[in-house]
């Protein structure tokens, strides 16, 4: 860690220097944000589309006898309603959320609730509106970023480790585990943890969004045969769902860290791109200021 | 002693920022939710999100040639129950009286904007080149299930007809009443439920998972049962339409024969559309009448099918 360890003495105080640090370039933050919106809004019109036909299956088709999970809703044995949720076999009561949930103050048999769903009444064809409207924006917004990133170097220096990052990869994670943050110069670059996610995000789980969305796509089956990467449409279809779970993941953990790490300055600089890194030093250093 | 001078400052406006970001974030989160649908709703929102399937038509085209075929599957894959969706026994009379005779009593009437208007029975049909193709069918809700189709190739019948210069689309009617335009007496309580026996091959099975599917073409089970028309209004029948570049491809094609048999009445007897590069509500069943225009206007509300005129998009690619 840059910050040495507290000195004291009759003379010498350790002193906190903020250093002001041009962080995200415009293009990034637009990026940013715009993807934030366009990952809102796919979520919950995809959860619309979802509820459309609440099952998972694996293959070319449908076996809706024997579906590989499925949200639904039946009835207990005194006859009252409840939501399901079936996974591989087992089933889990979700009343409330999954299956069965309110309406306008009335239970209704629907997969997802209305608070999760765009729009929140069940209307197939406007989810799916809103669902390839935001597609387009998101593989805009991202084709920029990746090529403004790449162009720039931004994009490597983001999720790349530098080659001391990884032989640290253990103390990151200890780092992490006890919730303690990069100070210094440290703190002006990326983690190795936080590399490596952005990296498994920006390079993995956002393009096999594209790619199983458009395997679900008749016309474009007949231009590539997108669903035998993953092993028929229904299996896309699948893959389309756990890697959205994937993603709901990433975001909880992800506003999880800016919450526990600063949330004033990491949210300060991506809105203004400006980063504070805050300093411990001695009185007599050289001067840190900007 | 005052030691960290300048923590003060940094640390100060933080809990205000937090409290601000955070109200912010719920504020815009809320307003965000409650806002989109009311968007959705209006006529410039309504407009701005069709853009998105706009360019869904617009990339496809582009991307896709005439000699584009849907993925044809090995017979060994053909799902061992091809889930009839939509209207599965047409309550109308007509229909039913054809479906008593195994439809020979059935003409497949193509007009509008030809210059040879035909009246062709299932045996012409069948005495013209067949093509046979395995399919996957995607639904719109989200399943699939694998068929093989045998019929003849719109273009057959289409050249037959011959088409005039200004024609643009190829409209199907079809036997099936979806529902009933209001009329002076528009009481739909009347209506009786949708007999669900006459569903020969095929018995419709409930499904625990596609009883949300009330929105989308699975609407067998509400739909109106076989009453007297005058007392409903007039009945809105399905309808649908393709251009002329899918009507010209080599997979699209009239079936009348689904896995080897005779198509059964849920399938669509006596004559289903194939459209091989679009979703299901594409594929419309129990086609009575091909009608070639130079425009979709004057066809139903102008969407260019029955769903299309309830919100789903005409080009069903994707």
């Known amino acids: ?290 | 002693m005052k030691a960290r001078p300048e923590r003060p400052r940094l640390s100060i406006p933080k809990p205000h920022r937090r409290g601000f970001l955070t109200a912010a974030a719920g504020l815009f989160g809320v307003s965000a939710l409650g806002g989109c649908d009311r968007f959705a709703a209006s006529p410039t929102g309504q407009r701005a999100l069709k853009a998105g399937e706009d360019a869904n038509l617009f990339v496809q085209r582009l991307l896709l040639t005439p000699a584009s075929l849907a993925k044809e599957f090995p017979d060994s894959q053909i799902s061992p129950w091809f889930k009839p969706n939509g209207t599965i026994d047409p309550p109308d009379r007509a229909y039913k009286a054809l479906a008593a005779q195994r439809f020979q009593g059935f003409k497949l009437r193509v007009d509008g904007l030809v210059e040879r208007p035909q009246d062709l029975s299932l045996a012409d049909l069948r005495a013209l080149p067949a093509r046979t193709q395995t399919t996957r069918h995607d639904c719109v809700e989200g399943w699939s299930a694998i068929g093989k189709w045998t019929g003849v190739p719109l273009s057959e019948v289409l050249q037959r007809a011959g088409l005039k210069p200004n024609a643009r689309y190829i409209v199907f009617h079809c036997a099936d009443t979806m529902e009933y335009a209001a009329s002076e007496e528009p009481d739909e309580a009347e209506e009786k439920p949708t007999e669900k026996t006459a569903n020969p091959g095929m018995e419709s099975r409930p499904e625990g998972a596609e009883n949300q599917a009330s929105d989308s073409k699975a609407a067998g089970d509400e739909a109106p049962a076989d009453v007297d028309e005058a007392a409903q209004g007039t009945p809105v029948r399905y309808y649908e339409s393709i251009d002329l570049t899918d009507a010209f491809h080599p997979q699209t094609i009239l079936a009348y024969d689904l896995n080897g048999q005779a198509l059964p009445v849920s399938n669509g007897a006596p004559l289903r559309l194939r459209v091989e590069r679009q979703l299901g509500y594409k594929q419309a069943k129990y086609v009575m009448r091909i009608e070639v225009t130079e425009t979709l206007n004057g066809i139903g509300e102008g969407g260019g099918g029955y769903w299309e005129d309830r919100g789903y998009e005409w080009y069903a690619g994707i």
């Open chain 1, 1 to 290: 860690m840059a910050a040495g360890s507290t000195l004291s003495g009759p003379d010498i105080v350790e002193t906190v220097r903020r250093r002001w640090m041009f962080r995200h370039p415009l293009v990034i933050r637009l990026a940013h944000w715009i993807n934030v919106v366009c990952l809102a809004i796919l979520l919950m019109s995809g959860l619309q589309i979802f509820n459309a036909h609440p099952a998972l299956n694996w293959g070319a088709a449908s076996t809706f006898d024997s579906p590989f999970v499925a949200i639904t809703d039946d009835q207990r044995d005194d006859g009252t309603p409840r939501g399901i949720v079936y996974v591989a076999g087992h089933t889990f009561d979700t009343t409330g959320v999954l299956g069965l949930s309110n309406l306008n103050g009335q239970p209704a048999g629907r997969a997802f609730p209305s608070w999760a769903t765009l729009p929140a009444h069940q209307d197939l064809a406007t989810g799916r509106r809103w669902h390839f409207l935001f597609a387009w924006a998101f593989v805009i917004n991202g084709l920029i970023y990746l090529v403004y990133g790449i162009g720039t170097g931004q994009l490597r220096r983001r999720v790349i480790p530098d080659g001391d990052q990884m032989r640290g990869f253990g103390s990151s994670i200890r780092e992490h585990l006890t919730l303690h943050f990069p100070e210094g110069d440290e703190a002006k670059r990326y983690n190795v943890l936080q590399k490596l996610s952005y990296l498994v995000v920006v390079a993995v789980l956002l393009p096999l969004m594209v790619l199983t969305g458009l395997a679900m796509s008749p016309g474009m089956n007949a231009v590539v045969p997108l669903p035998d990467l993953f092993g028929g449409r229904q299996s896309a279809r699948t893959v389309h769902f756990i890697v959205t779970n994937l993603l709901v993941l990433f975001v909880i953990v992800h506003v999880l860290l800016v919450l526990l790490s600063g949330v004033a300055n990491n949210m300060r600089s991506m809105i203004t791109g400006w980063f504070v890194i805050e300093r411990r030093k001695l009185p007599a250093g050289s001067g840190e200021s900007r």
